[in-house]
């Protein structure tokens, strides 16, 4: 991600304010990466809900968007019908989400490409949001002691991608997964932007969204960012204790686990877990509750590997203070708190 330095950490944070007037505020992020599906149209639809995922991380509602298309040397019928269903998917969720196509550009890549010809296919996008002026951004710092996470999706899209590629199909997870993949969260945001304002105060304290590096590393960004943010205020630095029992998978993805099955990108992903799991306890900034006691050994392993999974339109986590739980709806669950006592 390209986004402005968070500056309260050595992170981007997940858009960046690009404009500001008395009446509203602009917000500006980039994302993009190869073809994960052979169908243009329904790959596009993912990309583009990926990219989105960086403004709802920021409180924001989808306004606009740029694209950025390359397209494999092929045929030019194949590169027609490529392109004219990638826009598409673009622009199906852009009408969904009451925004608009405002630019982009096609470009031929360098490389051909072996049937199917889509999956040779390299979409990006601009995404731009808009936040009414009295609406802070929700950035990644900002977690306080009394906090509750709270997750919006399952984890396991990568090493359900992973299996998909060895061929071994999830029927039982398939139709949920996809689901969500080409399903907006705008909605549930706007429904905490909703209760901020009835209430007239902000209920979110931090937030990001969870993509490829994984739940623990976003989670650390977060941490990270907030105690550096607390140390210069000369306040007590911030802890979060996990609670794995209450992490949600999508359906089959431990077994998956068991077997071995894991995305091309969690080994460098899990170098946080080999890092949490060597420091001493009382030194632990995330640390996991009753781990002995509420799972086997087998289980905790399948559930810590889980954190790592590198995540397409994954979930969006939330910092809020325990007090303001009772307004979020089912779309929400409860994953852990933020204390700044002695774990």
Same mark, same amino acid.
Do not use: H
């Given at each position: 991600k390209k986004s402005k330095l968070n500056k309260f950490a050595d992170c981007p944070e997940d858009s960046s304010e690009i404009f500001r007037s008395d009446k509203a505020?602009?917000?500006q992020s980039v994302d993009g990466f190869p073809s994960l599906i052979s169908d243009p149209w329904l790959n596009a639809k993912i990309t583009t809900l990926h990219a989105c995922s960086d403004l709802w991380a920021c409180g924001a509602n989808v306004i606009s968007?740029?694209?950025? $298309?390359? $397209?494999?040397?092929i045929d030019n019928s194949f590169q027609e019908y490529i392109f004219t269903q990638s826009l598409d998917g673009v622009r199906s969720i852009f009408d969904e989400l009451g925004g608009e196509i405002i630019g982009g550009h096609t470009f031929e890549?360098?490389?051909?490409s072996t049937k199917p010809y889509p999956l040779g296919v390299e979409l990006g996008l601009s995404v731009q949001g808009l936040l009414k002026i009295d609406q802070k951004p929700w950035r990644k710092y900002g977690m306080k002691p009394g906090d509750i996470l709270l997750m919006s999706r399952p984890l396991g899209i990568g090493i359900f991608f992973a299996a998909q590629m060895r061929n071994i199909n999830l029927f039982d997870s398939y139709e949920e997964i996809f689901k969500n993949l080409i399903s907006s969260q705008q909605k549930i945001i706007m429904n905490i932007r909703n209760i901020e304002e009835k209430l007239g105060k902000a209920i979110v304290n931090a937030a990001t969204d969870i993509t490829g590096y994984g739940f623990l590393n976003h989670l650390n960004e977060m941490i990270g960012a907030s105690n550096l943010k607390r140390r210069k205020e000369n306040v007590q630095e911030i802890k979060v204790i996990l609670d794995l029992?209450?992490?949600k998978a999508?359906?089959?993805?431990?077994?998956? $686990?068991?077997?071995g099955i894991q995305?091309?990108?969690?080994?460098?992903?899990?170098?946080?877990?080999?890092f949490l799991l060597k420091k001493d306890?009382?030194? /632990?900034l995330i640390s996991f509750s /009753? $781990?002995?006691k509420d799972l086997k050994h087998r289980e905790l392993s399948d559930k810590l590997e889980l954190l790592c999974d590198p995540q397409t339109c994954g979930p969006i986590l939330l910092s809020c203070d325990s007090k303001y739980e009772e307004y979020f709806d089912n779309n929400w669950y409860k994953v852990g708190v933020v204390t700044n006592k002695d774990i």
């Open positions: 505020i602009i917000l968007g740029q694209i950025l $298309i390359s $397209i494999p040397q890549s360098r490389n051909f029992n209450s992490f999508y359906s089959g993805i431990l077994d998956l $686990i068991r077997n995305s091309s990108l969690f080994s460098e992903n899990s170098k946080i877990l080999d306890f009382k030194e /632990q /009753q $781990i002995e």
